[in-house]
Nanobody, 126 residues
Framework: QVQLVEPGGGLVQAGGSLRLSCAAS????????MAWFRQAPGKDREFVAAISWSGGSTYYADSVKGRFTISRDNAKNTVYLQMNSLKPEDTAVYCCAAPSFSTKVLSPRSNDYDFWGQGTQVTVSS
């Protein structure tokens, strides 16, 4: 079992930056791929970014590529999402996710993840 907690989030103006964190417990974050997803009101859950267990490989949705950076600190069992040049369309509830088994696959499919954080609201004002 893995517990994921995402403090942070908040309100930021367009063009601003925000960093989200996701603390894992129960099983160390170093044992699996981790990912961030987001869901805006009235829209389906959307993949944002994923990072391999070593941190050496990352994968981004086209909508955030070049603006967002996913990273991890396995010593702290924490995954981060640095968001720069934020746009109003980035407004959503952001959740981190982990699979139930160790894998090197950086999947953008929500069905491939079994553990989810409670989510944190990010609002970007224009």
């Amino acid at each position: 079992q893995v517990q994921l907690v995402e403090p942070g989030g908040g309100l930021v103006q367009a063009g601003g930056s925000l960093r989200l964190s996701c603390a894992a417990s129960g099983r160390t974050a170093s044992e699996s791929t981790m990912a961030w997803f987001r869901q805006a009101p009235g829209k389906d859950r959307e993949f944002v970014a994923a990072i391999s267990w070593s941190g050496g490989s990352t994968y981004y949705a086209d909508s955030v590529k070049g603006r967002f950076t996913i990273s991890r600190d396995n010593a702290k069992n924490t995954v981060y999402l640095q968001m720069n040049s934020l746009k109003p369309e980035d407004t959503a509830v952001y959740c981190c996710a982990a699979p139930s088994f160790s894998t090197k696959v950086l999947s953008p499919r929500s069905n491939d993840y079994d553990f989810w954080g409670q989510g944190t609201q990010v609002t970007v004002s224009s």
